[in-house]
């Protein structure tokens, strides 16, 4: 589990700025960490989740609802569940 700064052009012209890899933790463990990560973002940062966990499929999606974040793509790929999210903006002060 880590959190790794990553500067990559999504194909929507929108930039991850870090990825968060939850591989082989459970729920809650991925959504948490993410949403963590996204508190410490400015509005429009993206941040791609990488989790095995398949509740991620339904609570990632939810948790960006609740939220008020954009789930720009989700994609999976040989076991592993990606998530690309835009941030609403919820930047904590130091």
Do not use: W
Request: charged content about 25%; glycine content about 4%.
């Amino acid at each position: 589990m880590s959190i790794v700064p990553l500067m990559k052009l999504y194909s929507d012209k929108k930039i991850v700025a870090e990825t968060v890899d939850a591989s082989g933790l459970k729920c809650p463990e991925p959504v948490m960490m993410l949403r963590n990560a996204l508190r410490k973002v400015d509005t429009g940062t993206c941040l791609k989740l990488i989790a095995t966990d398949p509740s991620t499929l339904r609570d990632v999606p939810t948790m960006c609802r609740f939220m008020h974040h954009e789930l720009v793509s989700h994609e999976e790929r040989e076991g592993f569940f990606e998530f690309v999210v835009s941030a609403r903006g919820a930047k904590l002060q130091p």
